[in-house]
């Protein structure tokens, strides 16, 4: 089975505080994904990466930056939290482009 | 970006009742995809649909891909308890390299 792991579950940052959010897939997919997921909003895509060191902007990119080092690692950095950024954060890997994405468990982020 | 319109957005039904949930896009799509996402936890992918008109079954769901492939459905038959939680459509065009997914149906099961 596909397993993709979220470093955390949930995270309390204060206002201003660095955050990293690590993800890790273990079926050598190439394309690797940041949601966060808000009442009312649904899944919103923050970045994309389809390879090492590529990465793209998704559709919510504002405050945040992301780092693909290697394959199997995907981290989203939030540069200075914001009480705005308090969310669900999933995060996505798929074999190729449009085959199915598997997603973590996410990361209930609370900025205070 | 694309708009996948999702409904209904939550359904309240008796256990043992059948249920129906769809979504619509004004683009084609190439792929359709069905998840559910129990509270606190991320999607789990049901059933993936690749060609237009096909119909897949998991168990108790059954999901088509429509002819037009601007649409896809999504049944569930005899529900239990078990099924509650948020389903959610996610399709991708060939010309994105995402996904884009529907809001979302909210699934509430009555004993």
């Known amino acids: 089975d596909v397993k993709v792991t979220q470093s955390s579950r949930y995270l309390v940052k204060r206002t201003g505080e660095k955050v990293f959010l690590e993800c890790v897939q273990d079926m050598d997919h190439e394309n690797m994904f940041w949601y966060r997921q808000d009442p009312g909003l649904g899944l919103r895509l923050i970045y994309f990466s389809y390879d090492v060191k590529m990465k793209e902007k998704g559709d919510i990119p504002e405050g945040y930056s992301v780092s693909r080092e290697k394959k199997e690692r995907f981290s989203l950095i939030l540069e200075s939290a914001s009480t705005n950024q308090t969310s669900m954060y999933l995060c996505?890997?798929?074999?190729?482009?449009?085959?199915?994405?598997?997603f973590g468990q996410g990361t209930r982020l609370t900025v205070v | 970006g694309q708009q996948l319109n999702q409904s209904p957005q939550s359904m309240f039904i008796q256990e043992g009742e059948d249920v129906s949930m769809n979504c619509t896009s004004s683009s084609i799509f190439n792929t359709w995809l069905w998840y559910k996402q129990d509270p606190g936890e991320g999607p789990v992918l049901l059933i993936a649909l690749y060609k237009a008109g096909e119909l897949t079954s998991n168990g108790r769901l059954t999901a088509q891909f429509g002819i037009t492939r601007k649409d896809s459905f999504l049944n569930i038959s005899a529900s239990i308890p078990s099924d509650v939680g948020i389903y959610f459509c996610a399709g991708e065009s060939g010309s994105a390299r995402q996904l884009t997914f529907g809001s979302g149906t909210q699934l509430t099961v009555l004993p």
């Open positions: 996505a890997s798929s074999f190729v482009t449009g085959a199915e994405a598997f």
